[in-house]
């Protein structure tokens, strides 16, 4: 007969105390396979426990197949077939999450948003008024592909009087994140067809697609950007380019230019150009560049943008906007998925929108970046390494170029900076196919860093750059 | 001379109105590519407005490339290429996004959470703490591969108290919904493989690994589950399924199988077992089943959880733990992407559970669905189509299934519900191969639904249906 004992029940209810016991005797061939268990009856007399704590510890060995029952013969262990243990049984191996970088003192090869400038007071209040007014079912049980409603109404009013895009909110799919809106867009237009890149760009872009199993081609730029006929060559359907603020090389890309990969797409059905806007907020001089989509007319490209530069890349939340027919096939094809961004925070961005306090807020960045720019130039000028400096793409976006009058290696120089603790990232880190190593050009994303951990850090950069530069 | 009228400008700034102007006289021909524009203080003085004002449209049609400066010669129009309307410009008509389904009075086809149980208060409680008072860089800048650092180990934990659970909080990586791990899960372990999934099953499953282009196999159930010798005929490596609470038979699959599967995978390195612990926090009767992934010894197991059944399904919070040599190639392979949930909600979910409301939260909600099962199930005993009914699977999960003696067909039925306003899903729509077109067994989801209009809604379907049951 079996015997435990109920004294070291550490909060546990006896009847689990039981199961725990009787399974560990299994487990452990104890209780070997096909024998039978005393009957409820006799086991619950002989440890002085109720009936019911014995009814329930079987019937919850029964229900995960420990033991199984006869009609009137009782219960009876299940034959089990241990797994062996191929791997050596260490489940608590810490896997190696690379350790989010030994932090350097300061990078400056990372774009960031300043995080206290973010509208906490205004935000919490919003989402408070969603929690306590919202429409609960909208709240809680919608979760419709592409979005909740009055987000995609409010952006698509946004993106007419701020980009001159005439789009229906249909057209509009949120997501979490362009990293999400990327692999979406594999899924839409299919991994047969050639996508082509932008060389040098964005290198999570590239390996996305290459997750994805997609074959890009990596395109070479003259300076107005990608040019139709290497495109056409390539034998690529699918164009991905950051034509108002070209990353990294800041280039933006004329009109003219635009018009011919417009020309380019309305060639073949199956081509589409994506369109990745991804800082047009930040054109600090003059006004945003008109995007591609606001001049195509032959339903050829898919607009993309991000509020991870405007409000917090921790956000998560981006959109797309579909032309109208790839809006419809994206909904036959891929309605089943629900939309991944919260509910809570897509109405709460809705009314952030709606009530002008993202307008606001991106008047008030901009101010602040221009400044903040202006600063930094004045700093550039003044500095000793000033002679061996020149600025480029200073007008746009969170980031410029900053060309090194040098003969000393890129890779040379981000070793200098790192023994300051400084991490930087020169022109030639972003390119596919290289042309050179040595690209002598910095890029210079500064814009999340306070004024106060700032200058010391480029006092000590350009102290350390100073024997290489040709002043 | 170019002449503009400055007499309607609605709020434009007049160097915007310059530009738009200027912009539309190129775009329409009037002037001609490669022509001459009048000096900018030529215009200046001719329009009547300020040199400077002239130079900012001038500059931002430049920055455009509408048109062209040259040295000492002034600026010109550039020859820009139209791309043709290959499609009629009707760019706002509006995508037909399938229009929420013309909502049916009420459905019993789909899972759903009451959105009055939602703790809206706790939950704006703890949400405005964290924008107020949690470290501002880990807030909006830190956008960590797998979520945030305080939540992975909060779920470590829970995991651990809840599912016996033993695993490292860098196993575990946080995603904006089950389908956004899906799609992780395919890019870690690859496209070259087959995956195996249960039939019946959940349908969206299978659309996301159709449309990751990934080779499917529907392997039958016997009454525990799938059997480890189809699994092994049917070629397939990567087994997808649901032991605690199988979707949607409600099969509980006993430990004898899981050992017989976990056997399976360990005979070769490929194979792997994906184990979607979808509803497991409510079980109504007895304790948990304890996971797959608990008994695991080889690394083999890839856990799934989510919060769309305990929290809400809007809320998009999903994890999954990963064996440790998974986890190392998953930060090696795919570590540069961001988590796809936003920090906000990750470090107000892990306050929420580190703080005993979510566990609170748990144990509500089975009280809460324990009752609303049990009225349900005196009432279907004591209605008039009582006698044709036979209810399975009601201690799991939050769904059962509903056996009709019946000798109409699925598709009748299905009508006949329809007409009275009522959506209703037979076990047989849920089978890729189908044995039969007639299960005649309908699946009761139930549990987003009021009292109020649950009763009314199922007098009518079970009048409804009446005629058509063997009474």
Chains 1, 2 share one sequence.
Request: net charge neutral; glycine share 6%; hydrophobic share 40%.
């Amino acid at each position: 007969m079996l015997t435990y004992s109920f004294a070291n029940l550490q909060g546990e209810s006896i009847y689990i105390h039981l199961y725990k016991c009787i399974r560990q005797d299994i487990l452990e061939g104890t209780l070997k396979a096909q024998e039978k268990l005393p009957s409820k009856r006799m086991l619950a007399k002989n440890l002085g426990i109720s009936l019911i704590t014995v009814e329930n510890a079987y019937a919850q060995l029964a229900v995960e197949g420990y033991i199984y029952s006869e009609p009137r013969r009782g219960y009876f262990v299940s034959t089990l077939q241990q797994a062996p243990a191929t791997k050596q049984p260490q489940p608590l191996l810490t896997p190696k999450q690379p350790a989010q970088e030994v932090p350097p003192l300061l990078s400056f090869a990372k774009s960031s948003v300043p995080p206290d400038t973010f509208p906490y007071n205004t935000w919490a209040r919003l989402l408070r008024n969603t929690l306590t007014s919202a429409d609960e079912h909208a709240l809680i049980s919608d979760t419709a592909t592409g979005g909740v409603l009055p987000l995609r109404k409010a952006l698509a009013k946004h993106l007419y009087q701020f980009r001159g895009l005439n789009v229906a909110p249909e057209q509009i799919i949120i997501g979490s994140g362009t990293q999400t809106l990327y692999n979406l867009i594999v899924q839409l237009l299919g991994r047969s067809h050639i996508y082509a890149l932008e060389d040098p760009g964005y290198p999570q872009l590239a390996a996305i697609y290459r997750t994805n199993d997609v074959f890009c081609r990596y395109l070479p730029m003259d300076e107005q950007g990608i040019q139709a006929e290497v495109l056409e060559s390539s034998g690529a359907d699918i164009l991905h380019i950051t034509p108002s603020h070209q990353f990294p090389t800041g280039i933006t890309m004329p009109v003219k230019r635009r018009y011919e990969l417009l020309h380019w797409a309305s060639q073949k059905s199956s081509r589409y150009i994506i369109e990745d806007d991804y800082d047009c907020e930040f054109r600090l001089f003059g006004k945003p560049i008109p995007p591609l989509q606001s001049i195509d007319k032959a339903e050829k490209v898919i607009y993309i943008n991000t509020f991870s530069k405007t409000l917090a890349p921790t956000f998560r939340i981006s959109y797309m906007v579909l032309p109208p027919h790839l809006a419809s096939l994206f909904y036959a094809k891929l309605g089943f998925y629900s939309c991944t961004v919260s509910n809570f925070e897509q109405f709460t961005l809705a009314k952030f929108i709606e009530d002008g306090y993202f307008e606001r807020h991106i008047n008030r960045m901009r101010t602040y970046y221009r400044n903040k720019r202006d600063h930094l130039l004045q700093y550039l000028a003044a500095c000793p390494a000033a002679k061996a400096l020149q600025v480029e793409g200073e007008d746009s976006g969170l980031h410029f170029l900053l060309h090194l009058a040098t003969a000393a290696g890129d890779s040379q120089l981000r070793e200098v900076a790192l023994k300051e603790g400084l991490q930087i990232k020169f022109l030639s880190d972003y390119y596919h196919h290289k042309l050179s190593d040595n690209s002598h050009t910095l890029l210079m994303n500064y814009t999340g860093i306070e004024d106060e951990r700032l200058y010391p850090a480029l006092d000590k950069l350009f102290g350390a750059l100073l024997p290489y530069l040709k002043i």
